[in-house]
T-cell receptor, first 109, second 119 residues
Framework: GQNIDQPTEMTATEGAIVQINCTYQTSGFNGLFWYQQHAGEAPTFLSYNVLDGLEEKGRFSSFLSRSKGYSYLLLKELQMKDSASYLCAVGNAGNMLTFGGGTRLMVKP | GAVVSQHPSWVICKSGTSVKIECRSLDFQATTMFWYRQFPKQSLMLMATSNEGSKATYEQGVEKDKFLINHASLTLSTLTVTSAHPEDSSFYIC???????????????FGPGTRLTVL
């Protein structure tokens, strides 16, 4: 089975940097995904890691350590519109996703 | 990016009625689509995997006779909630899996969701 943990809530200041951590225990790993979900809307794809290391995409970066079962999403130069839930999801061999509980990020002025 | 649509966006129905939700991949073909349910302030829970031309695969605890899934074409999957009850009120989200090109990974793209309220 899959077990995915991430903090429930985080608060950060506009313009700052925030790191959202995700730890997982899984049987059959085929990549780790990060999604952003605004309230009442569907998730949107942010990033994908299958190899160890850092993937950078604009203000967002995602890191993976497979040996530690650990990933983080790094958001730089925070903007108010970044207030959302961030979902960590692990893909299995069948490309099915199991989602963590999500981290609600609140960006304050 | 890939576009997935869902219809309707929201629906209110009486207890005991059936509701059909459509999920379409607009600019790519999807042999596999997924149906999720999300209760307020909770994460997405996978209900079933919809396979084009074959029966859906349901997750444990999801009643296949209550949540009917049909994936008749490479761009359309439907979820029918039969004999809906108030406890079925939820946010239903579909996703379509787009196969990666040149060895890239497959990625799921989500529809905008359907909010179902059963009175």
């Amino acid at each position: 089975g899959q077990n995915i943990d991430q903090p429930t809530e985080m608060t950060a200041t506009e313009g700052a940097i925030v790191q959202i951590n995700c730890t997982y225990q899984t049987s059959g790993f085929n990549g780790l995904f990060w999604y952003q979900q605004h309230a009442g809307e569907a998730p949107t794809f942010l990033s994908y890691n299958v190899l160890d290391g850092l993937e950078e995409k604009g203000r967002f970066s995602s890191f993976l350590s497979r040996s530690k079962g650990y990933s983080y999403l790094l958001l730089k130069e925070l903007q108010m519109k970044d207030s959302a839930s961030y979902l960590c999801a692990v893909g299995n061999a069948g490309n099915m996703l199991t989602f963590g509980g999500g981290t609600r990020l609140m960006v304050k002025p | 990016g890939a576009v997935v649509s869902q219809h309707p966006s929201w629906v209110i129905c009486k207890s005991g009625t059936s509701v059909k939700i459509e999920c379409r991949s607009l600019d790519f073909q999807a042999t596999t689509m997924f149906w999720y349910r999300q209760f307020p302030k909770q994460s997405l829970m996978l209900m079933a995997t919809s396979n084009e031309g074959s029966k859906a695969t349901y997750e444990q605890g999801v009643e296949k006779d209550k949540f009917l899934i049909n994936h008749a074409s490479l761009t359309l999957s439907t979820l029918t909630v039969t004999s809906a009850h108030p406890e079925d009120s939820s946010f239903y989200i579909c996703s379509a899996r787009r196969e990666g090109l040149a060895g890239a990974t497959d990625t799921q793209y989500f529809g905008p969701g359907t909010r179902l309220t059963v009175l």
